[in-house]
T-cell receptor
Framework: EAQVTQNPRYLITVTGKKLTVTCSQNMNHEYMSWYRQDPGLGLRQIYYSMNVEVTDKGDVPEGYKVSRKEKRNFPLILESPSPNQTSLYFC???????????FGPGTRLTVL | KQEVTQIPAALSVPEGENLVLNCSFTDSAIYNLQWFRQDPGKGLTSLLLIQSSQREQTSGRLNASLDKSSGRSTLYIAASQPGDSATYLCASYPNAGGTSYGKLTFGQGTILTVHP
C-alpha cells in the first residue's frame, strides 16, 4: 500500500530535549516536505526537499533541521524544542513538486 | 504572495442538502488545486485534485471546479450526510520555478456540520 508514515504519532517532551520525527514514503517520490498546523494560522511549510541531499527552507524554518540522505526518508529534527513548537506536524511527499501531494497521518507534539 | 480564502468559515446543514464550499485565490497563476478533508485532530485526506489543464473533477457525491481566470474553485457536495461533517481545506499549487515551487498554500478551511 502506497503511504507516508510518521513516527511517533504523539509526543510529549520538555523544553530543550532534542527530538526527531521520522517520515518515510514507499512511493519512490522525489519531493518531500514538512508542514505544521496551528489553530488560527493554518498549515505552514517548514522545509522541503526536491531530492536526495537537496533541501530548502519553507515559511517557518526557525528551530528545525532536516536531512535527506535517502530518497524515502525525510526526518524533522528539533535540536532544542521550545513550547512555541507545540503543534501538529505533517510530512508530505509527491512524485514532483507539482504532482498530487500525499500527507502522512500527522504527529502531535507537545513541548512543556 | 498567494493568499487563499475559504468561505464560509463554518456551515451547518440538515442531512440531504446539497451544498457548495468556496475557495478563492489571489494569484491566478496556479498549477493545480487540491481539496482535502480533515477530521478533528486527524490528518488530511485528499478528496480531489484539479490539474492545470482541467476545469473540474468528480468523485462520487463530490464535484470540484476550477476557474483560474477568476481565481475561484468550488466544492459541491450532493445529498450531504452526517459522515461528511469535517473541515474542508483547499490548497493551491504554484507554477513551476521560483522559491515557492512545490509549496501548497492552504485556505483556513470550512467547518462543515451535517445534522441528522
Amino acid at each position: 500500500e502506497a503511504q507516508v508514515t510518521q513516527n511517533p504519532r504523539y509526543l510529549i517532551t520538555v523544553t530543550g530535549k532534542k527530538l526527531t520525527v521520522t517520515c518515510s514514503q514507499n512511493m519512490n517520490h522525489e519531493y518531500m516536505s514538512w508542514y505544521r498546523q496551528d489553530p488560527g494560522l493554518g498549515l505552514r511549510q517548514i522545509y522541503y526537499s526536491m531530492n536526495v541531499e537537496v533541501t530548502d527552507k519553507g515559511d517557518v524554518p526557525e528551530g528545525y533541521k532536516v536531512s535527506r540522505k535517502e530518497k524515502r526518508n525525510f526526518p524533522l529534527i528539533l535540536e532544542s524544542p521550545s513550547p512555541n513548537q507545540t503543534s501538529l506536524y505533517f510530512c508530505v511527499s509527491s512524485g514532483r513538486a507539482y504532482n498530487e501531494q500525499f500527507f502522512g497521518p500527522g504527529t502531535r507534539l507537545t513541548v512543556l | 504572495k498567494q493568499e487563499v480564502t475559504q468561505i464560509p468559515a463554518a456551515l451547518s446543514v440538515p442531512e440531504g442538502e446539497n451544498l457548495v464550499l468556496n475557495c478563492s485565490f489571489t494569484d491566478s497563476a496556479i498549477y493545480n488545486l487540491q481539496w482535502f478533508r480533515q477530521d478533528p485532530g486527524k490528518g488530511l485526506t485528499s478528496l480531489l485534485l484539479i490539474q492545470s489543464s482541467q476545469r473540474e473533477q468528480t468523485s462520487g457525491r463530490l464535484n470540484a471546479s476550477l476557474d483560474k481566470s477568476s481565481g475561484r474553485s468550488t466544492l459541491y457536495i450532493a445529498a450531504s450526510q452526517p459522515g461528511d461533517s469535517a473541515t474542508y481545506l483547499c490548497a493551491s499549487y504554484p507554477n513551476a520555478g521560483g522559491t515557492s515551487y512545490g509549496k501548497l498554500t492552504f485556505g483556513q478551511g470550512t467547518i462543515l456540520t451535517v445534522h441528522p
